[in-house]
């Protein structure tokens, strides 16, 4: 408590810290409607002063005039704010179109929010818990998923937040540009410690960043993880790489379009692979029966991600036919 | 103007009848009304006695005041109070039941006895919310989402959901009475164009309760069962999607906020003709602006889940229509302000409220622009931003007009006349109360301030100190009311039929009006807000 107390004391900001890419964008809207806000309330405000006194009712029997309609002035304070909600409609479509657009050359990390703490998973192999290193000047990209209920990400002063939901990966990306320590805080009440739930991301100069890393991460790589627990769940029965299992061969699938049996075509992604692992008869690849077991309950969130990442790896090998 | 001989009518709907039985088994309107107006005061204080200790847990950042348990729980019932059983009936129940027939210049609703019958469904509902209350409280936030709510909560979720779900019914019959009321029951002369902007703004509210109502009372029943006996609508696990429920919600809970601002715009309508005498500037636009705000209203419920894993297409076309909404809303600011315009401005009490009104719903109506620009909105959604701004439009825009609306016609309920001086002085507390408390908010949102939150980072204080001090001002702004218009039930000055020189056809009758409203049935024929013709034309 001792440094929460002096930190009172160091002001308080009227203003959240700009540290990435996103900040600039999303404040230059917040100003422009700052002052579009601004003068509308100041006309109002001024106009219903003035009036009030200018026309104050002076002897108890009067009254107003007969004036009370007008079709140009409808039309004008009709069509002016139309003019102006488009405006800011553009404007904030388009800065939302680049925060649901990741560049191509992402680094990746693997986040998975439960009552009520954050892990995050990176693909090294380093865990964490309530913080996040990620170097400056790189595009990030969090994978996220919940244990239980629907946890939020936000960081105020990258200016992204989303909903982390239990059964489906979303995901939010930002590029830092202050090394530094910011506020990570679940937005999305989860419970009795929701306001518990915060950590920090932490900022560092590529050259720390690498000296963090190399910090070590015992189990190895995330991808390498998943590889022994392929192994240990005996996936590799039927997902082997010479086609002559009872399964799609995995390698170099992640990222394609597979057929289904219905006819319909798909991207295999996060989300389809986790799906296939936890209720594989839902949407099965065309050519092959519906025998794979599920194995909800017997992997966690974190081991998916693992066998996930264990899937996006096998992209190296030479190409092979995936249906 | 003339104000004629102020007298107490020997008979009236008060004295016609005494005794509990009178008042339990009343058809008339204006006694159900009153039996309302009770009942929504008790849960308006309930409400804010939660809103005292969030506000008094929050003067510091640790959580030390209350366990994070109890916070959460009383943010939880603050909402389910002031949104389900303050806010939505407020003004429909209370000055719509009593001025519907009246200013139609009916004998009284269609159907009187469900009328009676909405008001024990609306104490039924009550009841077990209070139950669920007192019981240990429920932890889900008003918003009830999935899976927290059906898996995860293990206090009392579905005593309170019930209640809510009862008390749905109570709001659905309302809005038929009314809408059938305003169909079959106007007085001869009483065309849809000669109706006072009030109606049109209960006629629009009304449609949204028949039709929003429903899907509420299904989704708290999905619930329900998914709780109950696990069958997967919303837990994953169950094979059910969490942000179904999430649109199953907003489809209510978003037209609900018209539910609670509509009746408001419509009070401020009468208030800013009554006292600047004279016609409202653009009625027609005024009044389908009430219609188009219904409708559209229904069409941007996504604009709650920016954030929540919709697509990226359906977040846009989202945004799109929310921005929409705001048309019809400037419109109406714009007509009010423009009937001001060579006015006789009067600045009694009612107007005063009608213009502290205007201004706070002008700031929370810009505010929703922020919140409908997509890119804006997921830096402030689900902080203290939109904490202030949905307070701007519930608690500036409908709690202004209500009490706006109840000084108005106070002196037509009662038949006396509240001092005025203390009148204007607690309006003058509650707006400058109001801007503390909310108005940081803005701030510590666009800082990030998550809501929700028991303790805080501590550079969030001294806002946080604000806003709280400027609670206990709109507390004390709040219970100032409550005393003097009690006083003046029996100390009261005589208000005479019609104490504000106003037209329209409540004030034709006395104060209080008798049982049966008018001593003969009015037959129209000028327009809503007629000062130039219809002054002299007094009975």
Same mark, same amino acid.
């Given at each position: 408590?001792?440094?929460?107390?002096?930190?009172?004391?160091?002001?308080?900001?009227?203003?959240?810290?700009?540290?990435?890419?996103?900040?600039?964008?999303?404040?230059?809207?917040?100003?422009?409607?700052?002052?579009?806000?601004?003068?509308?309330?100041?006309?109002?405000?001024?106009?219903?002063?003035?009036?009030?006194?200018?026309?104050?009712?002076?002897?108890?029997?009067?009254?107003?005039?007969?004036?009370?309609?007008? %079709?140009?002035?409808?039309?004008?304070?009709?069509?002016?704010?139309?003019?102006?909600?488009?405006?800011?409609?553009?404007?904030?479509?388009?800065?939302?179109?680049?925060?649901?657009?990741?560049?191509?050359?992402?680094?990746?990390?693997?986040?998975?929010?439960?009552?009520? %703490?954050?892990?995050?998973?990176?693909?090294?192999?380093?865990?964490?818990?309530?913080?996040?290193? +990620?170097?400056?000047?790189?595009?990030?990209?969090?994978?996220?998923?919940?244990?239980?209920?629907?946890?939020? +990400?936000?960081?105020?002063?990258?200016?992204?937040?989303?909903?982390?939901?239990?059964?489906?990966?979303?995901?939010?990306?930002?590029?830092?540009?202050?090394?530094?320590?910011?506020?990570?805080?679940?937005?999305?009440?989860?419970?009795?410690?929701?306001?518990?739930?915060?950590?920090?991301?932490?900022?560092?100069?590529?050259?720390?960043?690498?000296?963090?890393?190399?910090? !070590?991460?015992?189990?190895?790589?995330?991808?390498?993880?998943?590889?022994?627990?392929?192994?240990?769940?005996?996936?590799?029965?039927?997902?082997?790489?010479?086609?002559?299992?009872?399964?799609?061969?995995?390698?170099?699938?992640?990222?394609?379009?597979?057929?289904?049996?219905?006819?319909?075509?798909?991207?295999?992604?996060?989300?389809?692979?986790?799906?296939?692992?936890?209720?594989?008869?839902?949407?099965?690849?065309?050519?092959?029966?519906?025998?794979?077991?599920?194995?909800?309950?017997?992997?966690?969130?974190?081991?998916?991600?693992?066998?996930?990442?264990?899937?996006?790896?096998?992209?190296?090998?030479?190409?092979?036919?995936?249906? | 103007?003339?104000?004629?001989? #102020?007298?107490?009518?020997?008979?009236?709907?008060?004295?016609?009848?005494?005794?509990?039985?009178?008042?339990?088994?009343?058809?008339?309107?204006?006694?159900?009304?009153?039996?309302?107006?009770?009942?929504?005061?008790?849960?308006?204080?309930?409400? !804010?006695?939660?809103?005292? &200790?969030?506000?008094?847990?929050?003067?510091?950042?640790?959580?030390?005041?209350?366990?994070?348990?109890?916070?959460?729980?009383?943010?939880?019932?603050? !909402?389910? %109070?002031?949104?389900? =059983?303050?806010?939505?009936?407020?003004?429909?129940?209370?000055?719509?039941?009593?001025?519907?027939?009246?200013?139609?210049?009916?004998?009284?609703?269609?159907?009187?006895?469900?009328?009676?019958?909405?008001?024990?469904?609306?104490?039924?509902?009550?009841?077990?919310?209070?139950?669920?209350?007192?019981?240990?409280?429920?932890?889900?936030?008003?918003?009830?989402?999935?899976?927290?709510?059906?898996?995860?909560?293990?206090?009392?979720?579905?005593?309170?959901?019930?209640?809510?779900?009862?008390?749905?019914?109570?709001?659905?019959?309302?809005?038929?009475?009314?809408? #059938?009321?305003?169909?079959?029951?106007?007085?001869? !002369?009483?065309?849809? =164009?000669?109706?006072?902007?009030?109606?049109?703004?209960?006629?629009?509210?009304?449609?949204?309760?028949?039709?929003?109502?429903?899907?509420?009372?299904?989704?708290?029943?999905?619930?329900?069962?998914?709780?109950? =006996?696990?069958?997967?609508?919303?837990?994953?696990?169950?094979?059910?999607?969490?942000?179904?429920?999430?649109?199953? =919600?907003?489809?209510?809970?978003?037209?609900?906020?018209?539910?609670?601002?509509?009746?408001?715009?419509?009070?401020? /309508?009468?208030?800013?003709?009554?006292?600047?005498?004279?016609?409202?500037?653009?009625?027609?636009?005024?009044?389908?602006?009430?219609?188009?705000?219904? +409708? &559209?209203?229904? @069409?941007?419920?996504?604009?709650?889940?920016?954030?929540?894993?919709?697509?990226?297409? /359906?977040?846009?076309?989202?945004?799109?229509?929310?921005?929409?909404?705001?048309?019809?809303?400037? +419109?109406?600011?714009?007509?009010?302000?423009?009937?001001?315009?060579?006015?006789? #401005?009067?600045?009694?009490?009612?107007?005063?409220?009608?213009?502290?009104?205007?201004?706070?719903?002008?700031?929370?109506? @810009?505010?929703?622009?922020?919140?409908?620009?997509?890119?804006?909105?997921?830096?402030?959604?689900?902080?203290?931003?939109?904490?202030?701004?949905?307070?701007?439009?519930? #608690?500036?825009?409908?709690?202004?007009?209500?009490?706006?609306?109840?000084?108005?016609?106070?002196?037509?309920?009662?038949?006396?006349?509240?001092?005025?001086?203390?009148?204007?002085?607690?309006?003058?507390?509650?707006?400058?109360?109001?801007?503390?408390?909310?108005?940081?908010?803005?701030?510590?949102?666009?800082?990030?301030?998550?809501?929700?939150?028991?303790?805080?980072?501590?550079?969030?204080?001294?806002?946080?100190?604000?806003?709280?001090?400027?609670?206990?001002?709109?507390?004390?702004?709040?219970?100032?009311?409550?005393?003097?218009?009690?006083?003046?039930?029996?100390?009261?000055?005589?208000?005479?039929?019609?104490?504000?020189?106003?037209?329209?056809?409540?004030?034709?009758?006395?104060?209080?009006?008798?049982?049966?409203?008018?001593?003969?049935?009015?037959?129209?024929?000028?327009?809503?807000?007629?000062?130039?013709?219809?002054?002299?034309?007094?009975?």
């Amino acid at each position: 408590m001792d440094e929460a107390d002096a930190d009172m004391w160091k002001g308080t900001p009227l203003f959240p810290d700009s540290a990435s890419t996103m900040a600039g964008r999303v404040d230059a809207l917040y100003f422009f409607l700052i002052v579009v806000s601004a003068f509308f309330s100041v006309l109002i405000a001024g106009l219903i002063v003035f009036y009030a006194v200018k026309y104050r009712r002076r002897s108890p029997d009067s009254v107003g005039a007969s004036f009370h309609g007008g %079709m140009a002035l409808e039309l004008t304070w009709t069509v002016i704010p139309f003019f102006i909600t488009i405006v800011i409609f553009v404007w904030g479509a388009s800065v939302f179109f680049a925060m649901s657009r990741p560049p191509d050359e992402t680094l990746n990390i693997y986040v998975v929010g439960k009552q009520w %703490m954050w892990k995050f998973q990176h693909l090294d192999g380093q865990r964490e818990i309530n913080e996040l290193h +990620v170097p400056v000047g790189r595009p990030v990209k969090l994978i996220m998923t919940s244990e239980d209920v629907i946890h939020d +990400v936000f960081v105020p002063a990258f200016r992204v937040k989303a909903d982390v939901l239990p059964g489906r990966y979303t995901n939010i990306w930002f590029q830092p540009t202050k090394p530094g320590r910011y506020h990570l805080f679940c937005a999305e009440y989860c419970g009795t410690r929701h306001s518990g739930m915060v950590g920090e991301v932490v900022v560092m100069d590529p050259s720390e960043y690498q000296t963090w890393l190399s910090g !070590g991460a015992p189990e190895g790589s995330l991808a390498s993880a998943g590889a022994r627990l392929f192994q240990d769940l005996a996936c590799n029965t039927c997902h082997r790489p010479d086609a002559q299992g009872r399964g799609p061969v995995l390698e170099g699938l992640f990222g394609k379009t597979a057929t289904l049996q219905s006819g319909e075509t798909i991207t295999v992604d996060e989300a389809y692979v986790r799906e296939s692992i936890l209720n594989p008869s839902a949407r099965v690849t065309a050519g092959f029966q519906p025998i794979m077991p599920t194995f909800q309950g017997l992997v966690t969130e974190e081991q998916l991600l693992e066998l996930v990442e264990y899937v996006k790896s096998l992209q190296s090998l030479p190409p092979v036919q995936t249906r | 103007m003339s104000t004629g001989t #102020v007298f107490m009518p020997p008979r009236h709907y008060l004295n016609d009848g005494y005794g509990i039985r009178s008042w339990l088994l009343t058809r008339d309107h204006k006694r159900i009304a009153l039996l309302y107006l009770a009942a929504v005061t008790l849960f308006f204080f309930v409400g !804010g006695a939660f809103a005292v &200790l969030i506000r008094l847990e929050l003067a510091t950042p640790a959580g030390d005041f209350v366990s994070d348990e109890t916070y959460n729980k009383l943010f939880t019932m603050h !909402g389910v %109070m002031m949104v389900f =059983f303050f806010l939505i009936p407020s003004i429909p129940a209370t000055l719509g039941n009593f001025l519907v027939p009246i200013m139609i210049g009916a004998k009284d609703l269609a159907l009187p006895k469900l009328n009676l019958a909405s008001w024990y469904i609306y104490i039924l509902g009550g009841l077990f919310t209070l139950y669920a209350l007192i019981a240990g409280g429920v932890d889900t936030g008003w918003t009830f989402y999935t899976p927290f709510s059906t898996v995860s909560s293990t206090t009392n979720v579905i005593p309170t959901a019930l209640g809510i779900f009862i008390t749905g019914f109570s709001s659905i019959l309302t809005g038929l009475n009314f809408i #059938v009321t305003i169909h079959r029951m106007r007085a001869p !002369g009483m065309t849809w =164009f000669r109706m006072p902007l009030f109606l049109w703004s209960m006629y629009a509210t009304s449609l949204i309760m028949v039709l929003g109502t429903p899907v509420l009372a299904i989704t708290i029943l999905l619930v329900a069962v998914e709780r109950l =006996f696990h069958f997967g609508f919303f837990d994953p696990r169950l094979g059910g999607d969490p942000v179904l429920f999430q649109h199953l =919600f907003w489809f209510y809970s978003h037209p609900a906020v018209y539910i609670m601002v509509l009746p408001s715009m419509g009070v401020v /309508s009468e208030l800013v003709a009554a006292f600047c005498r004279k016609q409202v500037f653009g009625y027609g636009f005024v009044a389908f602006a009430s219609v188009a705000i219904a +409708v &559209l209203g229904f @069409l941007v419920w996504g604009h709650h889940m920016f954030v929540a894993g919709q697509s990226v297409y /359906s977040a846009l076309i989202f945004s799109a229509l929310s921005f929409l909404v705001a048309i019809p809303s400037a +419109v109406k600011v714009f007509n009010w302000t423009a009937t001001m315009y060579r006015g006789s #401005v009067s600045w009694q009490t009612p107007m005063l409220y009608a213009i502290g009104f205007i201004g706070l719903f002008t700031i929370g109506g @810009l505010t929703g622009l922020f919140l409908a620009s997509v890119g804006l909105d997921v830096h402030v959604t689900d902080t203290y931003f939109i904490i202030a701004h949905f307070h701007y439009i519930m #608690v500036g825009g409908t709690l202004m007009g209500y009490l706006g609306g109840l000084h108005y016609w106070w002196p037509k309920i009662s038949g006396r006349l509240y001092n005025e001086f203390l009148a204007k002085l607690s309006a003058g507390i509650i707006f400058l109360g109001f801007n503390l408390t909310f108005f940081p908010q803005f701030i510590l949102g666009y800082l990030g301030m998550p809501r929700r939150y028991h303790a805080y980072p501590p550079e969030f204080q001294v806002l946080n100190v604000l806003s709280s001090a400027g609670a206990s001002i709109l507390g004390v702004g709040y219970l100032i009311p409550m005393l003097y218009l009690m006083w003046s039930l029996r100390y009261g000055k005589l208000a005479g039929s019609n104490p504000w020189g106003a037209v329209g056809l409540e004030w034709t009758t006395t104060s209080p009006p008798p049982t049966e409203n008018f001593a003969e049935s009015p037959v129209v024929t000028w327009d809503a807000y007629d000062y130039q013709t219809t002054v002299t034309v007094e009975s």
